[in-house]
């Protein structure tokens, strides 16, 4: 399923994903709590995230983000809602952080008008192919799905992802 929770009832999910939305949404802690309710005990989620707020720039500001996330922070955010098993890892080095470079010019040079969450509604489609362009997109990018293989794991990156899972007996808030 692939929607907004609101459109969804009271359904809930062995499996959350929500990649590159948290990093928009002004109350976080409420988003994965929120989350982790739609959760079945033992659940999972697996997010994404920009890292590192010194890195927050024009490319974050067209798109309508309002943080980025230190690894460390994001861990414990997803912990401070009772999600545990939480581990976190940077991802897109080296390629990730020229192209992370070269969405900041091009944002400074083409800022986004509209509110932040104007500027969010459309960021998943800022600087995408074309749907019709993804075998060729997947074929380019092989060098740089390869290279970046050495560097997982590392305190380098363009991206962050994570994953951590419901505990198994309802726990905090979100027991039901």
Do not use: K
């Not at 399923?1 to 499996?15: H, I, P, T, Y």
């Not at 912990?79 to 098993?85: I, N």
């Not at 050495?150 to 991206?159: A, N």
């Amino acid at each position: 399923v692939c929607g907004e929770l609101g459109q969804l009832a009271r359904a809930s999910f062995d499996l959350v994903c929500a990649f590159e939305v948290l990093e928009h949404i002004v109350d976080d802690a409420a988003a994965l709590r929120t989350w982790l309710s739609r959760l079945r005990p033992g659940g999972r989620i697996m997010l994404t995230v920009p890292p590192f707020q010194d890195r927050f720039g024009a490319a974050d500001r067209r798109v309508g983000h309002i943080r980025r996330y230190e690894p460390d922070r994001l861990v414990e955010a997803l912990r401070s809602v009772h999600f545990v098993e939480v581990e976190a890892m940077l991802f897109g080095f080296p390629f990730g952080r020229g192209l992370e470079v070269a969405r900041n010019l091009l944002a400074r040079a083409a800022p986004s008008e509209g509110s932040a969450g104007e500027r969010s509604a459309t960021s998943g489609r800022w600087m995408q192919p074309a749907d019709r362009l993804a075998p060729l997109t997947y074929a380019v990018a092989l060098p740089a799905r390869l290279c970046q293989r050495p560097f997982i794991g590392s305190r380098r990156g363009s991206g962050l992802f994570a994953v951590a899972r419901r505990p198994p007996q309802a726990a905090g808030p979100s027991a039901s």
